[in-house]
């Protein structure tokens, strides 16, 4: 869910239903890339959902798109700080594409954005993984599910249907080396 969604009456509801897991659509915790991307929220909204989710004991998943407008590896990195300092159960990393009927597509048909190349896209996934698996947050996947609809709508960026497998890869020659 959006982490400006998350108060204590959603809270309550989602208690009462029996959730036990809450994933936070953080995306990044740089505000200025939160901003040129649209996303419509803030690194300190995802602060916030994250401790009022923790302190009703429910587990707190985020997921984060390296790659969007604006980012860089500096903020990628300030991204991956915040992120181990708010201590979630597990990741999710997604790199940013271009999808048909998107405001990235647009913003890409106007020479405003430029996607990750593949290689870069692994690099700093990689990074992400790396620094999360050394503080033990689970990284649960790592590019999104190859599917028809998915690979029909792409029009630019790092998708490879084995994306986590390339950033494993390129993890285990980093260790080789």
Do not use: N
């Amino acid at each position: 869910t959006r982490p400006d969604y998350i108060d204590h009456p959603r809270l309550d509801l989602l208690i009462h239903h029996r959730v036990s897991i809450v994933e936070l659509g953080t995306q990044s915790c740089d505000d200025r890339v939160l901003l040129q991307s649209g996303r419509g929220h803030t690194a300190v909204d995802t602060a916030v959902a994250a401790e009022l989710i923790k302190e009703r004991g429910l587990r707190l998943g985020l997921q984060l798109m390296p790659g969007l407008p604006g980012e860089s590896f500096g903020s990628l990195r300030h991204t991956v700080a915040e992120v181990i300092r708010l201590r979630p159960d597990f990741v999710r990393l997604y790199p940013a594409l271009v999808l048909r009927g998107s405001g990235l597509e647009r913003l890409y048909h106007h020479g405003g954005y430029r996607p990750l190349s593949l290689g870069r896209a692994v690099v700093c996934t990689a990074f992400m993984k790396k620094r999360f698996d050394d503080q033990g947050i689970g990284v649960v996947r790592m590019g999104l599910q190859p599917t028809d609809e998915l690979e029909r709508s792409l029009v630019a960026g790092p998708y490879h249907p084995a994306f986590g497998e390339l950033v494993k890869a390129r993890l285990m020659l980093r260790q080789t080396r």
